[in-house]
C-alpha cells in the first residue's frame, strides 16, 4: 500500500510542477519562441507524368467466341478506348512498379450542365524498364450510350477526358 501511495505523490508532485511552470511562464511574458523543427524533406520515390492521351471509338468485333462456337454478333456497338502513355522518373532499380493507380474522368454536356463521370483503376506489376507505361480504359457501350446520350456516340460528344 506504501508503495502505490509514493507512486501516486511523484505523479502528482510531477503533474503540480509541469501546471506551475506553464503558469509562470504565462504570467512573466518570458516565454521563449519555439524552436522551428526541421522540415522533414519529403521522399519522393516516383514522378509520373501523362505524356499523351489517346481517345478513340471502337466497335465491337463481329465475331464472339463462346466456348468451341464462334457466334456473329446481331449488334455492333461502340466502345470509347482511353489510352494514357505515363513517363515514370524514379529513384527505384526494379523495373516493375507493385501497382500504379490511375483515375479516368470522362465529361459530358447534357440538359443539366456538365457531368462527370470518374473510375479508378489499380494496374499490377506494371513494367517500367523503358521509363514509360501505358494506361488504357474502356467505357462500354451502354454506358457510353448513357452519359452522351446519343444512340450512336462519336468522340466529339465527349466534351473533356483526363487521367490522373
Request: one cysteine or more.
Amino acid at each position: 500500500m506504501k508503495t502505490n501511495k509514493s507512486i501516486l505523490t511523484v505523479v502528482t508532485m510531477n503533474t503540480v510542477f509541469t501546471l506551475n511552470l506553464s503558469a509562470d511562464v504565462a504570467k512573466e511574458g518570458t516565454e521563449k519562441p519555439a524552436v522551428a523543427a526541421k522540415p522533414i524533406p519529403e521522399k519522393i520515390l516516383h514522378k509520373i507524368t501523362v505524356e499523351k492521351l489517346e481517345v478513340e471509338i471502337k466497335e465491337t468485333p463481329r465475331y464472339s467466341l463462346i466456348g468451341s462456337s464462334i457466334t456473329q454478333q446481331s449488334e455492333n456497338k461502340e466502345w470509347l478506348e482511353i489510352e494514357a502513355k505515363l513517363n515514370i522518373e524514379t529513384k527505384s532499380k526494379l523495373n516493375f512498379l507493385p501497382s500504379i493507380n490511375a483515375t479516368f474522368y470522362v465529361v459530358t454536356e447534357g440538359k443539366n450542365g456538365f457531368e462527370k463521370s470518374t473510375k479508378t483503376i489499380t494496374f499490377k506489376n506494371v513494367n517500367i524498364e523503358n521509363r514509360e507505361a501505358w494506361v488504357c480504359a474502356y467505357v462500354d457501350p451502354d454506358t457510353l450510350r448513357v452519359i452522351t446520350q446519343e444512340k450512336r456516340p462519336k468522340v466529339a460528344d465527349i466534351t473533356g477526358i483526363a487521367v490522373t
